[in-house]
């Protein structure tokens, strides 16, 4: 992102060129998505947009880091929230935070999300999955049914393998994020991987 949103008025200005990529996303996909309609939608000149975004990538980019933001919000009223759930109430609010965007949001928002899954960067991708990874863990340590938090080596994998699965479905299947059985089948993920005993090698062992 080019400028800083200092001001309130260049946050409205984002808002703005941010809500009207979602809406084109929404009403016509990926093909129909470029600076020359987004800017046309959003009141802006080609020249304003590219003030504050490179291209039509960094705005979607802008778009899902947004929501990884709210995801964040939802894990501190998690935080904040009762303490004394069951290991699996734990882990199913959790799991409904990770799926909310995909699933419950508008679905621009899934459009928007689902363009970025498709062409996000490794180097962002990772950025989004370490912060959610200790968003995650951060919550479980809240809870008196969890005795002791996985290693950083177990959380990585842990956290790679949930958004690794909802990644994957969004892509293939994106149908299958709103069902319930999705839902259940990342819960017996992360409760499986957190009862199995940790198996350690010896180093430079085959």
């Known amino acids: 992102m080019r400028k800083k949103p200092i001001q309130r008025r260049s946050e409205s200005t ?7 990529s979602a809406q084109i996303l929404d009403a016509e996909g990926e093909k129909g998505l ?6 046309t939608r959003s009141g802006f000149s080609v020249g304003t947009l590219y003030q504050y975004f ?3 990538d960094a ?3 802008a778009m899902a880091e947004r929501e990884v933001r709210l995801v964040n919000e939802k894990f501190d009223q998690l935080i904040k929230a009762e303490k004394n759930l069951t290991q699996e109430a734990a882990v199913r609010a959790v799991v409904r935070v990770l799926i909310e965007p995909f ?13 970025l899954a498709k062409r996000i960067d490794i180097l962002v991708a990772r950025k989004i999955v370490v912060e959610m990874s ?8 809240y809870h008196v049914a969890f005795e002791g938090v996985p290693d950083k080596v177990r959380r990585a994998v842990l956290m790679s393998a949930v958004m690794g ?3 994957g479905t969004l892509i293939d299947d994106p149908e299958l994020i709103t ?18 005993p940790v198996r350690r090698g010896v180093a430079g062992e085959l």
């Open 34 to 39: 470029n600076t020359n309609d987004i800017a």
């Open 103 to 115: 699933s419950k949001r508008p679905r621009a928002r899934r459009a928007a999300m689902l363009f």
């Open 14 to 20: 984002i808002d703005t060129i941010l809500e009207a």
């Open 179 to 196: 069902t319930q059985g999705f839902e259940d089948e990342l819960v017996t993920l992360v409760l499986a991987y957190l009862a199995a």
């Open 165 to 167: 699965a909802i990644r």
């Open 54 to 56: 490179k291209n039509k």
């Open 59 to 61: 705005i979607v980019q």
């Open 134 to 141: 200790g968003r995650l863990f951060e919550r479980m340590r």
